[in-house]
Every structure is written in C-alpha cells, then in structure tokens.
T-cell receptor, first 115, second 114 residues
Framework: DADVTQTPRNRITKTGKRIMLECSQT?????MYWYRQDPGLGLRLIYY???????NKGEISDGYSVSRQAQAKFSLSLESAIPNQTALYFC??????????????FGEGSRLTVL | AQSVTQLDSQVPVFEEAPVELRCNYS??????LFWYVQYPNQGLQLLLK??????LVESINGFEAEFNKSQTSFHLRKPSVHISDTAEYFC????????????FGGGTRVLVKP
C-alpha cells in the first residue's frame, strides 16, 4: 500500500459543486501539504499544516479550504468549484524532526476536472 | 521569496544521448536542493538531493546534479539516457529561512526517442 494515499484519483464535476479531496498517510509525518500542478507552472502550494492545530495558507489558497482531522489525514475542499480549478492535485508529507530538510513524499495525485 | 527557474519546458533527446536539465534559483543563502521525477500518470518521486558536503550528487539510476553556489544553479545531467527516463523533472529548493518549504520550478518534460 502507498504511504500517502489520495482519494479520489479522478473526479469530474460541474461548476458550483462542492468537492473534497482526501489524503491519508502512514509515514507518521507531522507536516502535510496540498499542491496543485498545472502545465508549465510546476507545483504551487495551496495549504500546509505542521500539526493538527496548525493550518497555513500557501501561495494560492483562494477558493480552497482544508481540514486536518488527525495527524494522518488532511483534506482539501473546493466549496464552489470553478473551471480554472481543473488541475492535478497532490498531497505530500514531510518530517518535522531534527533532520527535516523540506524533502516531500507525494501521493499519486487526484485529477480534478471542473466543467 | 524564493523562485526556481527551469529554462527548458521540453527536451527531446535520442536514446543513449546525454541530457542536461537546467535549474536556477533566486537565493543561495541556506538552501537545500532537490530534483523530483514524475513518470507518466504517477506522483513525484525524489531523484536526488543536495543537503551539504560534496557539491556533486548522484542518483541510483545514473543521474547527477551539481550545486553551484556562485551561479545559484543545480543542473541535472545524465550521460546516456534510456527510453525509461521519459518523464517530467522538477527542480525544487528548500529555503531554511522560510521553514524549509519547497518551491518548485515549472518542470522539464524529457522525451527520449529511440
């Protein structure tokens, strides 16, 4: 089983619908992240969480919200999806420990299409 | 804020030929450097990283990258590519002064032709 699991892997929805992408991890890491990937733009950080009680906005948080339900779970919500949120979304984790270097461990991605 | 530039968005290359993917970043103060690879329909995997010590780092599948502080670069090279190296490659920089959050470049898509 994957260390970082994302569900759903693919989703097609309509403008205005509420969408939740879920992420769970078995790596025991404290830090969790949500990124979106767009062609030519690389990965851009949406939100990140350093622990259950710590949520931070990334560079493109508008239109998104997150919930850190437990150390192992971090979900991303689109309250009212719009077509320009069509993208590949990645969840990632990293270790908060003394050896933390910023290295990330990624899920396999959730492809979202908003019509 | 840190920025990362990958100058080539696509690099076509013939099998067994060398390839170089260029990466430049904006700040050289206290950074860690990474190359991630994304194979088709998969997530990103760490390819190699520079944390400290020798400025030349290698991966298990023949890639290498060199940290050049004066030029703020971390170019990735492989002397002889295989078809299986077809993927998208992302350079990323972790800025220690910013809590080690990663900033990614735009990616370079490598297409290896037979």
């Amino acid at each position: 089983d994957a260390d970082v699991t994302q569900t759903p892997r693919n989703r097609i929805t309509k403008t205005g619908k509420r969408i939740m992408l879920e992420c769970s991890q078995t790596k025991g890491h404290d830090r969790m992240y949500w990124y979106r990937q767009d062609p030519g733009l690389g990965l851009r950080l949406i939100y990140y969480s350093f622990d259950v009680k710590d949520i931070n906005k990334g560079e493109i948080s508008d239109g998104y919200s997150v919930s850190r339900q437990a150390q192992a779970k971090f979900s991303l919500s689109l309250e009212s999806a719009i077509p320009n949120q069509t993208a590949l979304y990645f969840c990632a984790t990293s270790d908060l420990g003394g050896a933390n270097t910023g290295e990330l461990f990624f899920g396999e991605g959730s492809r979202l299409t908003v019509l | 804020a840190q920025s990362v530039t990958q100058l080539d968005s696509q690099v076509p290359v013939f099998e067994e030929a060398p390839v170089e993917l260029r990466c430049n970043y904006s700040s050289s103060v206290s950074v860690y450097l990474f190359w991630y690879v994304q194979y088709p329909n998969q997530g990103l995997q760490l390819l190699l990283k520079y944390l400290s010590g020798s400025t030349l780092v290698e991966s298990i599948n023949g890639f290498e990258a060199e940290f050049n502080k004066s030029q703020t670069s971390f170019h990735l090279r492989k002397p002889s590519v295989h078809i299986s190296d077809t993927a998208e490659y992302f350079c990323a920089v972790s800025d220690r002064a910013a809590g080690n959050k990663l900033t990614f470049g735009g990616g370079t898509r490598v297409l290896v032709k037979p």
